[in-house]
């Protein structure tokens, strides 16, 4: 089965993956059509989010991915609308690296480094 995932700053250095922050834990929204997760899109991109790129991917892969990485997951079924939280994390993980902090920066771009190179192997 193939689904839908967010990718911010898609097939660059800094790429991200769309989670939401719940509580200490990160989920990944996974799309049943690409239709829903484009207008999950075009709601954060009115929310100043930059915009996010919609990637079809391998169901079995990227929930093996969100096992390894530790993240929760969900299914957003066909025809549902899902609605980003009215608030976002202050900063995000490509924000911080580009923050000047280096301690953060340096855990921040190895941890981003693994996940490109987890999603990469799923395209």
Not at 56 to 65: N, P, R, V
Request: charged share 35%; glycine share 4%.
């Amino acid at each position: 089965m193939r689904i839908y995932i967010l990718l911010f700053n898609a097939r660059t250095e800094n790429e991200g993956i769309h989670t939401l922050q719940i509580g200490d834990r990160n989920k990944i929204l996974m799309f049943e059509k690409e239709d829903d997760a484009s207008r999950y899109a075009m709601m954060l991109e009115a929310q100043d989010f930059p915009v996010p790129t919609v990637e079809e991917m391998d169901l079995d892969e990227i929930i093996e991915f969100c096992i390894s990485a530790d993240y929760d997951y969900e299914i957003i079924k066909d025809g549902t609308l899902a609605v980003p939280p009215e608030s976002n994390v202050p900063k995000t993980d490509w924000e911080l690296k580009s923050s000047g902090d280096e301690e953060t920066t340096e855990m921040s771009s190895a941890e981003l480094e693994k996940i490109r190179r987890r999603l990469e192997g799923l395209l």
